[in-house]
């Protein structure tokens, strides 16, 4: 299984973006799916996540309101949409794959797969 996330940039203060995951994978199984951040010299933390049929989401109360996870399971790929952008949302936003959970979970040691990363720059 391999996760490509893209959508990343710099935008101002305010601003928005929107991420997208493809996920590649050799079975028709879809996983629940969750976004993880790390900005610089802190721990990775929870943004949010989904369920495998897209039903049931969370969030980190960091972005309750301001941000988006939505998927869609014919094109294997989640999305985050990210409004009202802060400058300590700057970091490097990660996707997730969980392949045993049917949850929304916000424990990134229940995630198996991993994408690499795209950057999140907000400017104040």
């Known amino acids: 299984v391999q996760l490509q996330a893209s959508g990343g940039g710099l935008v101002q203060a305010g601003g928005s973006l929107r991420l997208s995951c493809e996920v590649s994978r050799r079975t028709p199984r879809n996983y629940a799916m969750g976004w993880f951040r790390q900005a610089p010299g802190k721990e990775r933390e929870f943004v949010a996540a989904i369920s495998r049929s897209g039903g049931s989401t969370n969030y980190a109360d960091s972005v309750k309101g301001r941000f988006i996870i939505s998927r869609d399971n014919a094109k294997n790929t989640v999305f985050l949409q990210m409004n009202s952008l802060k400058s300590e949302d700057t970091a490097v936003y990660y996707c997730?794959?969980?392949?045993?959970?049917?949850?929304?979970?916000?424990?990134?040691?229940?995630?198996?797969?991993w994408g690499q990363g795209t950057q999140v720059t907000v400017s104040s």
């Open positions: 997730a794959a969980d392949r045993l959970s049917s949850g929304t979970s916000y424990d990134d040691r229940l995630y198996d797969y």
